[in-house]
């Protein structure tokens, strides 16, 4: 090991001096900084960060323009079978597979044509898992991606349920990720509308004279604002009935209206609003009379819902649960808030509140990653853009260390809170993936299915941008362990895994 490192000493004192003085170490605040606000440096970040400034650099992750990923990664995802067929032609299909399918004679082949049509869904649900890490490892937007990770364990969908998993690649990708850093109202609407949302939470059984108020509630207690915000039974029942008739056109049928209800009528792909189902009546929300009118009230009941200070509360609190502390201090929450109400609630203008303050700052380092951040970090550190052959081990990795995208089954989504994620399990899940990832035995680079042609390795960690972030921060009881490592690829796994490498 003590050759190795000279060997890297060797290398760094051969770099050009002006090379030299662009790799020299950022302070241990402005690693931590970078550290929170993307999923872990690698060395374009640390180059951006260097050449923009943190000013600039903040400004340019809140304001992405376009697609942040590398050519080879984005040929990838748009490969994946879920990703060529938009969600209404892709359910046509399914529903096609199922009418075939009701159709045949019961016996087993009968039986495995269920099989392989609930197989394809797994396949696309995982292949939306894979597209989701992919982006978190890879696109330059960083801040964007940590946001639609956010959005959508805020606004979670369970895979497993209904047709759901047919429908997660959409739901991501033209639901969250457009709005992930724009107007919360948008955002509220584009999950109303999303025939995920609309399958997991019932509302597509919602009607007039059968009401359903799951999606209702979610809607006020989990997405907007918060349990013990001031609302009440009743305003839940009102909202359910506002939302009657809001589901999905899985059948691909035209309705049969009357034609003074025709005006009402509104389909987008899969998204409906039946008039045939809605109640018309006028209903009283959080104090505010609500006539009756078809869509139009469900708009207004979100502009209503959404202008409540309780929301600008409730948002600006889940956002610095997760950016910031398990406990934020009350200051930041307010100033938060105050962002919130001033902006019409812009998500971009209160983020830029939140990582600008003081309170942010104070909370550097002293945040144990969640899953998602430790894999990600890892694989950002690990191979510094290199793409992948093959994602496989990245879903299963997820999976593994339990906080799959799409995998909550209850509505409220993947814990935040620290203690969640540090169990001696966790730990030793976590050192185990560090050895896959650190030792290249991984199948990352795979080739081909069989595993038979590797462009893989182990990879080496001792680079500039390894010595620019991370080196400085290493405590004395990881430089012993890391003294003590016989090879690289056990160096690799004693850094993975160190507690320093673990926060952020």
Same mark, same amino acid.
């Given at each position: 090991?003590?050759?190795?490192?000279?060997?890297?000493?060797?290398?760094?004192?051969?770099? !050009?001096?002006?090379?030299?003085?662009?790799?020299?170490?950022?302070? +241990?605040?402005?690693?931590?900084?970078?550290?929170?606000?993307?999923?872990?440096?690698?060395?374009?970040?640390?180059?951006?960060?260097?050449?923009?400034?943190?000013?600039?650099?903040?400004?340019?992750? *809140?304001?992405?323009?376009?697609?942040?990923?590398?050519?080879?990664?984005? $040929?990838?995802?748009?490969?994946?079978? %879920?990703?060529?067929?938009?969600?209404?032609?892709?359910?046509?299909?399914?529903?096609?597979?199922?009418?075939?399918?009701?159709?045949?004679?019961?016996?087993?082949?009968? +039986?495995?044509?269920?099989?392989?049509?609930?197989?394809?869904?797994?396949?696309?649900?995982?292949?939306?898992?894979?597209?989701?890490?992919?982006?978190? &490892?890879?696109?330059?937007?960083?801040?964007?991606?940590?946001?639609? #990770?956010?959005?959508?364990?805020?606004?979670? &969908?369970?895979?497993?349920?209904?047709?759901?998993? #047919?429908?997660?690649?959409?739901?991501?990708?033209?639901?969250?990720?457009?709005?992930?850093?724009?107007?919360?109202?948008?955002?509220?609407?584009? $999950?109303?509308?999303?025939?995920?949302?609309? @399958?997991?939470?019932?509302?597509?059984?919602?009607?007039?004279?059968?009401?359903?108020?799951?999606?209702?509630?979610?809607?006020?207690?989990?997405?907007?604002?918060? %349990?013990?915000?001031?609302?009440?039974?009743?305003?839940?029942?009102?909202?359910?009935?506002?939302?009657?008739? &809001?589901?999905?056109?899985?059948?691909?049928?035209?309705?049969?209206?009357? !034609?003074?209800?025709?005006?009402?009528?509104? +389909? @987008?792909?899969?998204?409906?609003?039946?008039?045939?189902?809605?109640?018309?009546?006028?209903?009283?929300?959080?104090?505010?009379?609500?006539?009756?009118?078809?869509?139009?009230?469900?708009?207004?009941?979100?502009?209503?819902? &959404?202008?409540?200070?309780?929301?600008? /509360?409730?948002?600006?609190?889940?956002?610095?649960?997760?950016?910031?502390?398990?406990?934020?201090? !009350?200051?930041?929450?307010?100033?938060?808030?105050?962002?919130?109400?001033?902006?019409?609630?812009?998500?971009?203008?209160?983020?830029? /509140?939140?990582?600008?303050?003081?309170?942010? =700052?104070?909370?550097?380092?002293?945040?144990?990653?969640?899953? $998602? +951040?430790?894999?990600?970090?890892?694989?950002? *550190?690990?191979?510094?853009?290199?793409?992948?052959?093959?994602?496989?081990?990245?879903?299963?990795?997820?999976?593994?260390?339990?906080?799959?995208?799409?995998?909550?089954?209850?509505?409220?989504?993947?814990? $935040?809170?620290?203690? @969640?994620?540090?169990?001696?399990?966790?730990?030793?899940?976590?050192?185990? =993936?560090?050895?896959?990832?650190?030792?290249?035995?991984?199948?990352?680079?795979?080739?081909?299915?069989?595993?038979?042609?590797?462009?893989?390795?182990?990879?080496?960690?001792?680079?500039?941008?390894?010595?620019?972030?991370?080196?400085?921060? *290493?405590?004395?009881?990881?430089?012993?362990?890391?003294?003590?490592?016989?090879?690289?690829?056990?160096?690799?796994?004693?850094?993975?895994?160190?507690?320093?490498?673990?926060?952020?």
């Amino acid at each position: 090991m003590r050759s190795f490192l000279s060997a890297c000493l060797a290398t760094l004192l051969c770099l !050009p001096a002006a090379a030299m003085a662009a790799d020299k170490p950022l302070s +241990q605040e402005d690693v931590a900084w970078l550290d929170r606000v993307t999923f872990g440096a690698d060395s374009a970040t640390v180059a951006s960060y260097r050449d923009l400034g943190r000013r600039r650099f903040l400004q340019a992750q *809140l304001h992405p323009k376009g697609d942040g990923l590398p050519q080879p990664i984005a $040929t990838q995802i748009a490969g994946f079978d %879920v990703m060529k067929t938009p969600a209404d032609t892709l359910l046509a299909q399914v529903r096609d597979q199922y009418r075939d399918i009701k159709d045949m004679p019961d016996g087993d082949a009968k +039986q495995e044509a269920r099989k392989a049509l609930q197989k394809q869904g797994n396949q696309y649900a995982q292949q939306a898992q894979a597209a989701e890490l992919l982006r978190a &490892v890879y696109d330059e937007n960083q801040l964007r991606e940590q946001m639609v #990770w956010f959005w959508l364990n805020h606004f979670s &969908v369970f895979q497993n349920k209904g047709r759901v998993r #047919w429908l997660v690649a959409d739901y991501a990708q033209n639901t969250i990720r457009p709005h992930a850093l724009g107007k919360f109202r948008d955002l509220v609407m584009a $999950t109303l509308k999303s025939p995920a949302m609309l @399958e997991y939470l019932d509302n597509a059984q919602n009607a007039r004279d059968k009401i359903n108020e799951n999606y209702a509630r979610e809607l006020m207690e989990l997405h907007t604002l918060g %349990v013990n915000s001031g609302y009440s039974q009743a305003d839940v029942q009102s909202l359910a009935r506002v939302l009657t008739g &809001v589901g999905v056109n899985f059948d691909g049928q035209p309705r049969k209206l009357r !034609p003074d209800m025709r005006q009402y009528y509104v +389909q @987008e792909g899969v998204f409906e609003f039946n008039p045939n189902r809605h109640d018309f009546s006028d209903q009283v929300l959080l104090g505010k009379t609500i006539k009756g009118g078809g869509f139009d009230e469900v708009e207004k009941a979100v502009d209503l819902i &959404v202008s409540q200070p309780a929301c600008a /509360t409730f948002v600006s609190t889940k956002l610095a649960k997760y950016f910031v502390s398990d406990n934020p201090p !009350p200051s930041l929450i307010a100033a938060m808030a105050k962002t919130f109400r001033r902006s019409d609630g812009d998500i971009a203008e209160v983020m830029d /509140t939140m990582l600008t303050s003081k309170e942010f =700052i104070a909370s550097l380092g002293k945040r144990y990653k969640d899953p $998602t +951040q430790f894999l990600v970090s890892t694989m950002r *550190l690990a191979y510094d853009g290199k793409p992948v052959e093959n994602p496989r081990p990245l879903v299963n990795w997820i999976n593994q260390l339990g906080q799959a995208p799409f995998g909550r089954i209850t509505p409220d989504g993947w814990p $935040t809170v620290d203690s @969640e994620w540090s169990s001696s399990g966790q730990i030793a899940k976590r050192f185990e =993936i560090a050895r896959a990832i650190g030792s290249g035995a991984n199948h990352l680079f795979d080739l081909d299915e069989a595993g038979t042609r590797s462009i893989g390795g182990f990879p080496q960690l001792t680079t500039p941008t390894y010595y620019a972030t991370i080196e400085p921060t *290493l405590g004395p009881k990881t430089r012993n362990a890391l003294s003590q490592a016989t090879s690289q690829q056990e160096w690799n796994t004693f850094l993975l895994s160190s507690p320093e490498f673990n926060y952020r």
